[in-house]
């Protein structure tokens, strides 16, 4: 039989393409190639850079299509009606601009804006959206003791989260954001929360949550963002954050929602670092309960709190402020671990 012949070019030919299609198998396998020309010391970090990539672009859980969703604004009604919607979700995504230390309407808040907590303008899954929000007010809230309005619940976040003064009711600001709440909630069932509104929750810790372990925590998945200090990254002129500050003078105060841990950690666990999400997080459990101890050990804003919860046995496990009807102190019910808190309350409803 004879022997098949090749010359030089063709033996280079068949020589490139098996070296294309070696290379090309190695990057599919997930840029093993990059990795060879790595140091070895640096090796965990490429391939932790690696898995969190990957995880991120799984897709969503079957969960994701039960999870409420905005109305597209696309269904916006037309005139007047509209454009007040319209002038709401401004004032939810850039509130600062018009209502911050600068601000071109008013200047009563700390410089945050209300979506530095509630995501995507309040409309992120499990990013403290407002999906039900129209749903559920009025209702009476036991921190105050009496029946809130929606145009009140925004402005206990005005006078605690953006650490300000409340707007006036009858505003041409206060109806537009009302307005835009009623809008993205329109949907919803009355005296229905649909499922991915507010926060996750997360299972308590068997131990305190750290400010120490937080603090390390703190240092290497948040500092790029909210710098070393917490003061957060303002953008070129000053009107508004790029990244919120976390604590000091304009971040909130400690009357905000976020100053409770619970709040806090879940927060962090379905949202941060920037890119998580509730179905691909970046952080343990106990990754996220550390790091709201840490941040919310610092120094910030002081609120009188002294007519909240008219009721103290109504007080939320988590609200570092006492008195208290269970007989566990300030500490304990700031950091935990709040499993013995939960029974002694429980044991106490049994007995009553």
Same mark, same amino acid.
């Given at each position: 039989?004879?022997?098949?012949?090749?010359?030089?070019?063709?033996?280079?030919?068949?020589?490139?393409? /098996?070296?294309?299609?070696?290379?090309?198998?190695? @990057?599919?396998?997930? !840029?093993?190639?990059?990795? /060879?020309?790595?140091?070895?010391?640096?090796?965990?970090?490429?391939?932790?850079? @690696?898995?969190?990539?990957?995880?991120?672009?799984?897709?969503?859980?079957?969960?994701?299509?039960?999870?409420?969703?905005?109305?597209?604004?696309?269904? *916006?009604?037309?005139?007047? $009606?509209?454009?007040?919607?319209?002038?709401?979700?401004?004032?939810?995504?850039?509130?600062?601009?018009?209502?911050?230390?600068?601000?071109? @309407?008013?200047?009563?808040?700390?410089? /945050?804006?209300?979506?530095?907590?509630?995501?995507?303008?309040?409309?992120?899954?499990?990013?403290?959206?407002? !999906?039900?929000?129209?749903?559920?007010?009025?209702?009476?809230?036991?921190?105050?003791?009496?029946?809130?309005?929606?145009?009140?619940?925004?402005?206990?976040? %005005?006078? +605690?989260?953006?650490?300000?003064?409340?707007?006036?009711?009858?505003?041409?600001?206060?109806?537009?954001?009302?307005?835009?709440?009623?809008?993205?909630?329109?949907?919803?069932?009355?005296?229905?929360?649909?499922?991915?509104?507010?926060?996750?929750?997360?299972?308590?810790?068997?131990?305190?949550?750290?400010?120490?372990?937080?603090?390390? *925590?703190?240092?290497?998945?948040?500092?790029?963002?909210?710098? $070393?200090?917490?003061?957060? *990254?303002?953008?070129?002129?000053?009107? $508004?954050?790029?990244?919120?500050?976390?604590? !000091?003078?304009?971040?909130?105060?400690?009357?905000? !929602? /976020?100053?409770?841990?619970?709040?806090?950690?879940?927060?962090?666990?379905?949202?941060?670092? %920037?890119?998580?999400?509730?179905?691909?997080?970046?952080?343990?459990? $106990?990754?996220?309960?550390?790091?709201?101890?840490? @941040?919310?050990?610092?120094?910030?804003?002081?609120?009188? *709190?002294?007519?909240?919860?008219?009721?103290?046995?109504?007080?939320?496990?988590?609200?570092? %402020?006492?008195?208290?009807?269970?007989?566990?102190?300030?500490?304990?019910?700031?950091?935990?671990? %709040?499993?013995?808190?939960?029974?002694?309350? +429980?044991?106490?409803?049994?007995?009553?």
């Amino acid at each position: 039989m004879n022997q098949p012949s090749f010359n030089p070019k063709q033996i280079i030919s068949l020589l490139n393409l /098996l070296i294309v299609a070696v290379l090309l198998l190695l @990057v599919a396998s997930g !840029g093993l190639i990059a990795s /060879l020309m790595i140091k070895p010391g640096k090796l965990a970090a490429v391939a932790a850079t @690696v898995t969190t990539t990957n995880k991120a672009i799984q897709p969503a859980s079957p969960r994701a299509s039960t999870l409420w969703e905005a109305p597209l604004e696309s269904s *916006l009604p037309a005139g007047s $009606e509209g454009e007040a919607i319209r002038y709401g979700k401004e004032l939810i995504a850039h509130t600062s601009l018009y209502l911050g230390p600068k601000g071109t @309407v008013a200047q009563i808040s700390n410089g /945050l804006n209300c979506q530095n907590c509630h995501l995507q303008a309040g409309t992120k899954p499990f990013g403290n959206n407002y !999906g039900g929000v129209a749903s559920t007010y009025p209702q009476v809230r036991p921190r105050s003791g009496r029946e809130t309005s929606i145009a009140s619940r925004v402005n206990g976040c %005005f006078e +605690r989260s953006l650490n300000g003064r409340p707007l006036k009711e009858d505003s041409k600001e206060m109806q537009a954001i009302v307005a835009y709440i009623k809008w993205l909630g329109q949907d919803v069932e009355k005296g229905k929360k649909p499922e991915g509104a507010g926060l996750v929750t997360l299972a308590y810790l068997d131990e305190p949550a750290s400010p120490a372990a937080g603090k390390l *925590l703190y240092e290497q998945k948040c500092v790029v963002c909210h710098m $070393e200090n917490g003061a957060g *990254l303002a953008n070129g002129d000053g009107t $508004e954050y790029v990244y919120p500050p976390l604590w !000091g003078a304009h971040s909130y105060n400690q009357g905000a !929602g /976020l100053y409770r841990l619970s709040k806090f950690a879940g927060y962090i666990k379905a949202n941060m670092p %920037f890119g998580a999400t509730y179905d691909s997080p970046q952080l343990s459990d $106990e990754e996220a309960w550390h790091i709201a101890a840490y @941040v919310n050990s610092l120094p910030r804003p002081s609120k009188d *709190l002294s007519k909240d919860w008219p009721d103290i046995s109504k007080k939320p496990i988590d609200h570092p %402020f006492g008195p208290y009807a269970d007989g566990f102190g300030e500490e304990h019910h700031k950091y935990g671990p %709040f499993k013995p808190i939960e029974e002694k309350r +429980r044991a106490q409803a049994v007995s009553n």
